[in-house]
Each structure stands twice: as C-alpha cells, then as structure tokens.
C-alpha cells in the first residue's frame, strides 16, 4: 500500500543518512529518487480518477513538528504548516532561510519540491487560558503582528453539540465585532438535542492549543486542530487541522480534475469570480466545505461558515492536513459525523437546508444557444428538432433576445414576435426559459433607447427611487460594466427590497413585454463586471488591497487587489461590505428570485438556474457547471464538477453538452450527448461568435447528419424513459438530503477500489453508467463492486463477488449502463415532452439481487405544485420481490391521482433462475403469451396494474 511505501523510504532513507551523514552527493541521489517515486506527486488529468487502487489508510496521531532543521528526503515526523504561504500583495519571490529564522520559524530542506521549507515551531499559536470543553479562552504565543497587523490576543473559543451526530467549533477573537454571515443569508439548523453522541471533544492544552474531535467507535481524530500557525488579525486568520485519511472530496468552486482531492500540498483558493472552468482558478460559487472518507467505511464533513476570500492547503500522507487561511470573519466550523457517505451528507444537508424540489419539466432536455441572434433563427433550430423527433422540454433564450441586453426587455427588431412564439411553445406542452444578468444597463443614450424599445421601461430610474443599488465607498451608487455598457448593481441582500424591485420586473416582463416565462436563468451574479471595480477605478485602502491575498485569479493585479472584474471590496450592501459579502451574492440574488416567483406564482414551484452559489443556496436555485470548452478532457471534469455539486447539496447540476466555448467536433458531440443522457440537469448551450470563434457551429441534436440524429435520438429517449426513476431520486434528495448522483464511492466506501474512480458513477442507487469520454474510445473499463449488474440493451449479467474491473466495448454509437442487482426501476413510455410522456404507460424493471430479491420506489405528484410532498398531494410506490417469485406493488401514500389512467403494462426481469411459469396477477391466472423472453430479460407483456392500486405477482420458475 501507499502508506506502507512510503514508511518503507523514510526508514531506508534513515538508514543510508545515518551510515553517510556527510556525504552530499548520495543525499542529492537520495532526494532525487524520493521526488521521482513520490507517490503524492500529482497525477495527470488524463490518469486520474482511473479506478486503480489507492492510498486512504487511517494514519495514528503524528508527533509534533519537528523543532529544528532537518535535511531529510521528507523530514516532516508529523503535519507542518508553511511559516511564508504565497502572498499576492507582495512580489513573488524565492523562500530564504534567513526570512524564515527573522520570523522565528524552522527552515527544512523537503525533496518534495511543494511541501514548503519555512514552517511554524510548535511553540506558535495560542495556548490554553481558562475555561472547559464549551467555553474556552485561549492567550497568544509567538509574533504580535502579522502582515503589519496586530494579532488579537485572546479568543473565545466555544464548542456546541448539535445533536448526536454534529458539532460547531466557533473560534471569535475576543471583545471583537467581526463580520459573521447573517442568518438571512444562512440560519444553521439545529436538530434534536443529543442522546447518544457519535463523538467525544478533547481539548489539547499543550505545546499549541487545540479541538479535538474523536469519533466513539472507531477512535478515528476526525478533526483535530492542535497544529501551530493559529492566527486571528482582523483580516487574516488561520488554522490548521489534521485528518484521519487523506481520502478528501470537495471544496469548491474549482475545475478540479479528479474527485478524490491530489493531497500533495495542493492550495485551492474560495472567492466568487467570473471564470471559464478550464483551469485550476477559483470560480463561480464559493462552498467550503469537504467529507473525508474514513476507515470501515465511516465519513464526516467539515463546513466553515465564512464568505470571505480564503485559501485551503492540503498536505499528503502520512499526515495528512487542511490549513484554512481567510481574510475576515470568524472561524465558525461545522463538522458532521456519518456511519457512511450518505450519512455525514445528510447532516450536512439538514443543517445548510434541503434542495428545492425541481419540477418535472426541468428534467428533460433543454434546447439553448447565445447566438440564435434572430427570432427566425431560434424558430428553426426548435422546429427542426421537433420534426425531428426529438423529446425536449424547453427552449431558452440567452442575452441575444434582450434590446442591448437591458434585462426584461424584448428587442423589437429581431424578437418583436416572441411572445406568440412562446405562447405557441406552450401549446406544444413545452416551457420557455429566459437569462437576465445583474447588471441593470444604465448609461443615458443607450436607456433611452431602451425606454423607447419598451414602453413603460425605467429599470434604473426605479431601482434608484427604491435605493437599490450598491453603493460605493462614498455613498454614490457604483457603477461598472457589463453587457449595457455602464450597469448598476441591485443589493440583493437587502432582501425585502430587492425582491419588491426584481418581482416589479418580472412582472413587466410577463404583462408588458408579453413574455410568459417558465424560469429565470440569473448569471453574471459573482458579480461579474467588465470593468476593475468600477469605471472610476478604486479607492487605495485594505480593503481593495488588503495585507494578504489568497491565490485568487489576477490576485496580483495592481499590486495586489481583490476588484478585477467584479466590484470595489468597500462597496457598501446591506448584510456589510462587499468584502465580506461578495462571495454572498449570486446567493442573494438566488433568494430574491425566488421570493419574487413564489410571490408571483404562489402555487408554483419557482425554476432559477444560477451560475454563482454559496451554502445553502440549493433551497432557492439549480446549478450548471458554467462556460465550459468544447473539449474531450471537459467531459470527464464534467462528471468530476456533478459529483461534487452534489456534496455541496445541489442535485439538479449539469453541464452543457458538447461545450460552450470553441468547435465541437462530430465524434466529442455524440459522446457527450451519450454521457448527458444521466446528467441530471440536460442542457444543450453553445457560444455563436466570440473570443477568435467567427463563427460555432451548431451542435443541437440535428445539427450533423440523419446517423448523428438518430443516435442522439436514442439516447434522448432513453433518459425521458427513466424519468419517472429521476425524479422519484429527486424526491429523495428534497425530503431526505441523499445524492442523486453518485460517485462509486459514495455507495461503495468499504471498497477501497471505488475511492477514486471518477470516470464512472452511479444515477441513484441503481444505474451504473460507464462511459466513453476520450476521443478515439472503442472500449471502457469499467469497474463494477460487489454484486450482479446487468446490461440495458440485453440483459447480460456481469457478476462480481468481491468488485472487479470489466473491459466493454464502446462503438460510437454506445453507452454502457448496468442495473444493479437488487434494484427495481420504474419507467414510462416516451413523448415529445414530459407533459405527454407523463400520461403514457408505464413499467417495471426488476433487477435481482443473490437471493433474487429486489426492491424500489415511485414518487408521482403533479410535478410543479409547490409543496406536494408538505401538503401530502402525491402517490408513493413501494415494490418488494422476493426469492423470484413474488412481487409486489404496495400504494404507501395515496394523496394524488395522476392524469391518463396510468398502469404498469410491462414487468421485465433481470437475473431470475429461470424462466416463470404459472404466472398469476392479484390472484387471477394469466396466460403464457404474456410471458416473454427478449435476450436475457424475462418481460411480463400486456399487462394492466393499476399504478393508484396495490397488485401482487406471483409465479413459479421453471429451472
């Protein structure tokens, strides 16, 4: 194991220095072959997540850090924490010995060229002052200043259990004020007062003060934060916790390339910004927050309550760690214990608040490019895909429908029919879907136009009547630019207000304008801005440039600045300054949409897709993974960024398929429609004409040739078959807090082969889908855990007793996914959209497990009535087979009664031991030609169960 090598070197590395302690040419041999055989070296993207076994051994309670310089090949005898991190308010420059002993720290020589040579002495920190368990106060040790800022001397420490299962550790330097993330923006919510907690506290008094968490049935120290370097000024903080494995998924918003996080000394850096997810930088959202998979199978979270900029540092194995570095707030931690995955997600979920319920529009497919341009043009992409046949839900409209991209406005010239074109869209049971951006246009010329496009618009002019802008330094509302040219931006934390101004708008968008949209699309809302900070520029103070600058996108601008392309950090909004909250406002903007739809539509559930996110904010928006390129290696990050988003509790997530940015080519695009069918958000998006591209060629699903169509076709039609299976798993997400997507990780976390595969990954708990994501591909290898699996197409059985790894080949026109053995899948009939399809017959696929049994569910509502699960106006389904032979159909809640007569009409069978005979339904006889064989699958045909009644099946099998 990794581990094991790696303690394996150490010793033998001991060795030799011991026997040649001067001996400089074989020390530079040695640390020439620990850098080139480290096994925490970072992988490629093209290697990572490939399934192969890992590293995640549980690691014991290391030593403290080592006092004095040690020139060994890795000399750390326990987790360290870097003295002189990168600052980006100070040129960049090499790490000196001499800088590192002035600021009383202990320079190491590591072979491992990132682990850092200047790390804290034990002795830096604070230490233990008064206090017990719950309320501590703790007394600095080392250096009163950091960054030229004074230290806080003492800190309030207080730990409190929330329930058996969760605790907050709150750190606050004490007699302070410092910005905290109001409960308007995210209230934590408590449950049930603890009876028998998973975990106990110890607090470690000596050599640095810490919180240390231990987990009862393991002994697992899931975390523990007595590591030097613990730091409070008023704009720098840090801590340091170790962790019990370095099995870490998580963090976010990054294009991270692998699930399971490369721990080799890796800085990940928070704060909302405007950036195309193609590299490593901090993007849209702002969520920090990561599980830690543990031993046997165990997991915890670890949520850090605070908006501000801040950066995490993830050090590798043997001992394995975390340093948090934030530039504000408070250190308010959330750590959520679980007997599994799901587990420690589901108290993560109740605490941050469960996902909104989608509707069940939303899960088709979705037809969208910027660049139609022209009405026209938009009406001939939409009807080609209709005479087509191609299943689709809703059309979307990007900026290029709005009169110079003034948000709810429709330009007259090139839109002016598009109110009879989305009424006619209604008509043929599918939805429309509109984008506006937060910055409201307000340069003079360009207003008027608009005010002349749009009778009765004054967007500006009423947002300044309802002082609803952001402000700047001076108390003058800031202005920047965005797509109008000169914009504004509404306070969306000024709740109440802003949802008074944006509800006004939608409003005039809907009787004015005439557009009768089904959902709001809100981007831009980092906040983006073309402009640094504002078109005046920014004031010189430590707020725009603070004394530390986490490793933030262009961070080093102006010699250092957090304003480049969004807004001055002294902008004024109502939950505080900019600089707290800018990580808080495509959150707030959420919230505000929302409000204004349910206020509009009270009985509706509110539909807001939002490219900027923050904790929490799944209760008010769906996700999607933002601008990304038309690229073989964005398919896997594509999978990669879902699973993730689930974590952070947001089950509606997708990418667009076939790419945003660039050309997509023929083969990529068919591959990725393949890999969208289980996307669970299913969006088609593409740029027109932009950054070199002259022009994108379409890529909607008639945008090739009859074969490319007719691929696509399938694929599409597949997803709309197993919709009712989706959104029963959606349902599950709502009340529950479970995924619905899910890594093989997540449902299989005792076997340490599923750790890190990320090329696959399982829709539910039933669908396991191993696609081809490289360009070329004519075979997969899939890994497939313990169990039976069988085949879509024919039924075929893989088995696996103790997991293994299965070579599939994958023609173009392929996309292998498994039932899991055990599992019982509903499905219906497929339409043009969901509003037919949802009237169409329905059927059962059994999957059996070893003892041929299996079990599932249906969840059936109206699919758009705002609190159906509350108000108990829905159908639930609970199907049970047993020792292959009896199956059973139980009503479990009967409060809705679904439009079309709905009946179940096929059962088909994976896995029995052979076939049926003898068949009887609710205790009548049936005949043998309802019993069929399509390959290996056992099909019960022409049948007619009730979906509103209970039904029992019964047969004998003829072995």
């Known amino acids: 194991m990794a581990t094991q090598n790696n303690w394996g070197r150490h010793t033998f590395f001991m060795c030799v220095l011991f026997l040649m302690a001067a001996a400089a040419i074989a020390m530079s041999a040695i640390v020439l072959h620990r850098m080139l055989n480290d096994d925490d070296s970072d992988d490629s993207p093209t290697s990572a997540g490939t399934g192969r076994p890992v590293s995640g051994a549980e690691v014991g309670n290391p030593p403290t850090t080592p006092t004095r310089s040690t020139p060994l090949p890795d000399s750390r005898q326990g987790a ?75 800190v309030d420490v207080t730990v409190e259990d929330y329930g058996d299962n969760a605790l907050r550790i709150y750190f606050r330097p004490s007699n302070t004020q410092p910005f905290e993330i109001p409960e308007e923006a995210l209230k934590i919510n408590r449950p049930a007062p603890a009876t028998n907690k998973l975990y106990r506290v110890e607090v470690v008094k000596t050599p640095t003060f810490g919180i240390k968490v231990i987990r009862n049935s393991t002994g697992s120290v899931v975390f523990d934060s007595s590591l030097p370097g613990l730091t409070f000024s008023d704009q720098f903080l840090q801590i340091s916790t ?78 394995p760690a975390i340093t948090y570095r934030t530039i504000g707030g408070v250190l308010d931690f959330y750590v959520f214990l679980g007997e599994n995955p799901n587990h420690a997600l589901q108290q993560y979920i109740h605490a941050i608040g469960h996902p909104a319920m989608p509707p069940y529009w939303t899960l088709g497919f979705h037809l969208l490019r910027w660049g139609y341009e022209t009405l026209d043009r938009m009406k001939i992409i939409n009807e080609r895909n209709v005479n087509a046949g191609i299943p689709f839900d809703a059309q979307w409209g990007d900026i290029d429908y709005m009169y110079k991209k003034f948000d709810y406005t429709v330009d007259k010239s090139t839109f002016k029919e ?80 802003a949802t008074k101004f944006w509800k006004k708008w939608i409003q005039y968008f809907n009787d004015t304008e005439r557009v009768h949209i089904d959902g709001l699309w809100i981007d831009m809302n980092e906040p983006a801005n073309f402009v640094q900070g504002s078109v005046t520029g920014c004031p010189d103070n430590h707020w725009n440039h603070p004394p530390f600058i986490p490793q933030i996108f262009e961070g080093d601008r102006d010699s250092g600045s957090l304003y480049y392309k969004t807004l001055c950090m002294d902008g004024v909004q109502h939950w505080g300054s900019h600089y707290d909250v800018h990580s808080l406002y495509g959150h707030s903007e959420s919230i505000v949409t929302y409000n204004a739809l349910v206020e509009l539509n009270p009985n509706k559930r509110p539909f807001v897709m939002t490219r900027s996110s923050f904790a929490g904010t799944s209760k008010y928006a769906f996700k999607w993974l933002g601008d990304n390129g038309s690229q073989w290696r964005q398919l896997h990050w594509s999978i990669v960024g879902m699973l993730e988003f689930q974590l952070f509790g947001f089950p509606l997530i997708g990418a667009d398929i076939c790419g945003f940015w660039a050309q997509a080519q023929y083969e990529m695009c068919l591959r990725w429609y393949q890999l969208g069918t289980f996307y669970p958000f299913a969006r088609n998006h593409n740029i027109y004409k932009n950054d070199g591209v002259e022009y994108a060629r379409d ?48 449902e299989f976390p005792e076997d340490e082969n599923t750790w890190s595969i990320d090329r696959q990954f399982m829709f539910g708990p039933s669908l396991l889908i191993s696609p081809a994501l490289d360009e070329g591909q004519t075979e997969v290898t899939a890994y497939f855990p313990k169990g039976r699996w069988f085949d879509y197409y ?30 019982i899948i509903p499905y219906q009939n497929v339409a043009n959209s969901t509003q037919y399809s949802r009237l169409n017959p329905m059927g059962l696929w059994c999957a059996l497990d070893e003892t041929y049994s299996a079990s599932g569910s249906l969840y059936v509502d109206d699919g758009e009535s705002i609190d159906s699960y509350t108000t108990g106006k829905y159908l639930e389904l609970k199907f049970e087979l047993k020792e292959g032979e009896h199956l059973t159909i139980s009503v479990v809640h009967q409060g809705y009664t679904p439009p079309g007569n709905l009946s179940f009409t096929v059962i088909e069978f994976s896995g029995l031991p052979g076939l049926p005979t003898s068949l009887s339904i609710d205790g009548r006889r049936i005949e043998a030609r309802h019993i069929q064989l399509k390959h290996k699958i056992v099909q019960l045909v022409d049948i007619n169960l009730d979906i509103t009644k209970n039904h029992t099946v019964n047969w004998m099998v003829y072995k």
């Open 699 to 746: 890529q909607d699903p008639t945008a090739w040739n009859s074969t490319f169509t007719d691929i696509v076709r399938r694929y599409i039609r597949i997803r709309y078959k197993f919709l009712p299976y989706m959104y029963s798993q959606f349902k599950e997400a709502h009340i529950e807090a479970t995924m619905v997507l899910r890594s093989l990780m997540f």
């Open 794 to 823: 024919e039924g075929k059985e893989t088995r696996s007793s103790d997991g293994r790894f299965v070579t599939i080949p994958t023609p173009l026109s392929f996309l292998p996914f498994h039932a899991r053995g055990g599992s």
């Open 80 to 154: 360290v924490v870097d003295c002189l991190p990168r600052n980006l308010r100070e040129p960049r420059q090499d790490v000196t010995r001499g800088e590192c002993e002035r600021r009383q720290c202990i320079w190491r020589i590591a072979a491992n060229s990132r682990a850092p040579k200047c790390v804290f002495p034990d002795t830096v920190g604070y230490k233990f002052q008064t206090g017990n368990t719950n309320h501590l106060k703790i007394s600095r040790t080392g250096p009163e200043e950091v960054y030229g800022m004074k230290v806080h001397p003492e």
């Open 242 to 319: 170790r962790l019990p494995t370095d099995n870490v998924y998580g963090f976010g918003e990054h294009n991270h390339r692998r699930y399971r996080h490369d721990m080799n000394w890796k800085t990940w850096t928070i704060f909302t910004r405007d950036m195309a997810p193609v590299d490593e930088w901090n993007l849209y959202g702002a969520h920090p927050v990561y599980m830690n998979l543990e031993k046997k199978g165990k997991a915890n979270m670890v949520f850090l309550k605070n908006s501000n900029a801040m950066e995490v540092t993830l050090q590798p194995s043997p001992y």
């Open 418 to 497: 598009l109110p009879e074109f989305v009424d006619q869209v209604h008509k043929e049971g599918k939805k429309f879907v509109v984008i506006v951006d937060c910055g409201i246009g307000s340069r003079e010329d360009l207003y008027l136009e608009a005010k002349n496009n749009s009778a009765g618009y004054r967007m500006y002019e009423d947002g300044l009547e309802m002082d609803v802008f952001v402000k700047n330094s001076s108390g003058q509302v800031l202005v920047g630019k965005v797509w109008p040219e000169e914009s504004v931006f509404p306070d969306f934390t000024n709740i109440e207000n």
